[in-house]
């Protein structure tokens, strides 16, 4: 019966990626789909950008597609569904491990927003503090990887922790205090709590020796090999986008509640402020991250043993599309 049902699932999914492909707009333009990951929020600044502003200046155009907790983009992408979409790099090289055989073609954060925060009356300040306290974890998560690799790398004594799964909603931290470690990200929770004019302390991984790629672009090698104008038009797009989000937050958070109009533009937009240097790009290169930071990546999921030690990390990645952009430029 779960055979019948997956397989079922497969061909819903092909067929209605067969209905996307070739779609124009009313003036001849390509439709270029992208799948996002989660719901619509600051992060989707750049890319609402492209769809209402700068998808003309490449002669394409550019959809959206809202994500959930229920959608996965890299399956909405192989199975042909969406032309694009959004991944953690970890799930990327994981996927590829299993054959899935994509491509990141641009990082949305070039190094990961995740932090741990605490409040300011617990006194926990460090890594090492997390010892003789409780850490909530976020399962699955690209949290729960770089908490992994701070007990690892900093040689924590894991018995000295109590640790327990964490609700994705931050009000049970703030209201029961069931745990004194809470998984965050920088451009999140933060707003949350300066909101509330709640007091707290963050630690940053990358002060304790870990430092992870965040959120990727990607496509298929098959649209890379057969459709490489396509890839540029996006990647164009996007990166322009991105660049005159982070230009002009106002405006885009201003396009972001045109896209969804029940978003809190106002936090929204503090979040986007907070988080711009996430979304910047390696050294000011918007949607850039260079060899080196895969390499990393690499390293430290062999670390952990998530992937083989003859993973070819550089199968997973290509430059050339968000360089060209820039040089162009």
């Known amino acids: 019966m779960k055979k019948t049902f997956s397989i079922l699932i497969i061909?819903?999914?092909?067929?209605?990626?067969?209905?996307?492909?070739?779609?124009?707009?009313?003036?001849?333009?390509?439709?270029?789909?992208?799948?996002e990951a989660w719901f619509p929020w600051a992060g989707y600044a750049g890319e609402v950008m492209a769809q209402y502003v700068t998808d003309s200046l490449y002669d394409?155009?550019?959809?959206?597609?809202?994500?959930?907790?229920d959608i996965d983009p890299i399956k909405m992408v192989i199975g042909g569904r969406n032309d694009f979409g959004i991944a953690s790099a970890e799930n990327l090289i994981l996927s590829n491990q299993k054959g899935a055989n994509l491509v990141a073609i641009g990082a949305l954060n070039y190094k990961s927003s995740t932090c741990f925060i605490t409040l300011e009356e617990s006194n926990i300040k460090s890594?090492?503090?997390?010892?003789?306290?409780?850490?909530?974890?976020?399962?699955?998560?690209?949290?729960?990887?770089?908490?992994?690799?701070?007990?690892?790398?900093?040689?924590?004594?894991?018995?000295?922790?109590?640790?327990v799964e964490a609700p994705y909603d931050i009000k049970s931290f703030i209201t029961t205090h069931n745990y004194d470690v809470r998984p965050a990200f920088m451009y999140d929770e933060p707003v949350t709590l300066d909101a509330k004019n709640?007091?707290?302390?963050?630690?940053?991984?990358?002060?304790?020796?870990?430092?992870?790629?965040?959120?990727v672009y990607f496509t298929t090698r098959e649209m890379i090999d057969k459709q490489p104008?396509?890839?540029?038009?996006?990647?164009?797009?996007?990166?322009?986008?991105?660049?005159?989000?982070?230009?002009?937050?106002?405006?885009?958070?201003?396009?972001?509640?045109?896209?969804?109009?029940?978003?809190?533009?106002?936090?929204?937009?503090?979040?986007?402020?907070?988080?711009?240097?996430?979304?910047?790009?390696?050294?000011?290169?918007?949607?850039?991250?260079?060899?080196?930071?895969?390499i990393t990546l690499r390293n430290d999921l062999k670390l952990l043993n998530k992937i083989d030690a003859s993973f070819d990390v550089k199968k997973s990645y290509d430059n050339s599309f968000v360089n060209k952009y820039h040089n162009e430029k």
């Open 60 to 69: 394409i155009n550019f959809v959206i597609e809202p994500g959930s907790e």
């Open 198 to 215: 709640i007091a707290y302390n963050i630690i940053k991984p990358e002060d304790y020796g870990v430092q992870m790629m965040g959120a």
């Open 127 to 163: 890594v090492k503090d997390f010892e003789g306290n409780t850490v909530g974890i976020l399962t699955g998560s690209e949290t729960e990887t770089i908490y992994n690799l701070l007990v690892k790398k900093n040689n924590l004594d894991r018995d000295k922790i109590t640790e």
């Open 11 to 35: 061909v819903i999914v092909l067929f209605a990626g067969c209905n996307n492909q070739g779609k124009q707009n009313k003036n001849g333009q390509p439709t270029i789909t992208l799948r």
């Open 229 to 294: 104008e396509k890839v540029q038009a996006f990647v164009s797009t996007l990166a322009k986008g991105w660049e005159d989000a982070l230009a002009d937050p106002e405006y885009a958070i201003e396009l972001l509640k045109k896209y969804d109009k029940d978003i809190d533009a106002g936090r929204e937009l503090a979040s986007l402020k907070r988080g711009s240097e996430y979304f910047a790009g390696q050294n000011g290169k918007i949607l850039y991250v260079d060899d080196e930071a895969w």
